[in-house]
């Protein structure tokens, strides 16, 4: 069974303090692992698919990062727009046919 | 393009009550597939469909069916509403299922009393 697993669970940050999101993953196969971002109310957004070990991604002030058992999502001098929940999800090769996601980080950003 | 649309934005159903929650595409894409998000628990994956005709079950199918009769469309049904079925329904695409990136919609916010 796949599994994908979050940390922090909620984390609060002044304006312009980098830090880095975790997330963990057990799959068979990984097919690709996916970052979303979204707002109260929202859908969620894509921001970055990464398929394998070693591959990085970015953009403006996010960049995601790949290893064989878990992903980094580094935001760099953050603003008060950034805050949001920030998703992981994963799909593989068995199973049933879609996207597993962790319960998410809730990312506050003080100005 | 419009992307994912989804209709209702909200709903209120009583117990037993049917109803359908509509998703539409329009970038051609092949997948789509229904999730349902409650607070606390991420994103599960209810039903999804690789084709237009073609459709199989998620992690949490249970009180809920779907049919795929074109590219385009993806309606979700409860025959039996329950209040176990109170959630925020959201429908994706994308143009496989190999691995391609999908696209959520805007969410149908459901409250069964």
């Known amino acids: 069974e796949d599994q994908v697993t979050q940390s922090p669970e909620a984390l609060r940050l002044q304006e312009g303090e980098s830090s880095s999101l975790n997330c963990s993953y057990t799959v068979s196969g990984l097919r690709g692992l996916f970052w979303y971002r979204q707002d109260p109310g929202k859908g969620p957004e894509f921001l970055f698919t990464?398929?394998?070990a070693g591959e990085e991604k970015e953009k403006e002030r996010l960049k995601a990062t790949l290893t064989k058992k878990e992903s980094f999502l580094h935001i760099t001098a953050p603003k008060p727009e950034d805050s949001a929940t920030y998703l992981c999800a994963v799909r593989s090769g068995g199973g049933a046919d879609g996207l597993t996601f962790g319960k998410g980080t809730h990312l506050i950003i003080q100005p | 393009n419009a992307g994912v649309t989804q209709t209702p934005k909200f709903q209120v159903l009583k117990t037993g009550q049917s109803m359908t929650l509509q998703c539409a595409q329009d970038?051609?894409?092949?997948?789509m597939s229904w999730y349902r998000q409650d607070p606390g628990m991420g994103l599960r994956l209810i039903h999804y469909?690789?084709?237009?005709?073609?459709?199989d079950q998620g992690e949490v199918p249970n009180g809920y069916n779907v049919s795929r009769s074109t590219t385009e469309d993806f309606p979700l049904r409860l025959l039996s509403a329950a209040p176990s079925q109170t959630s925020v329904y959201f429908c994706?695409?994308?143009?496989?299922?190999?691995?391609?990136?999908?696209?959520f919609g805007p969410g149908t916010r459901l409250l069964v009393l």
């Open positions: 970038m051609n894409h092949e997948y």
């Open positions: 990464l398929y394998s």
């Open positions: 994706a695409s994308s143009y496989s299922n190999q691995g391609a990136t999908q696209y």
């Open positions: 469909s690789v084709g237009a005709g073609i459709t």
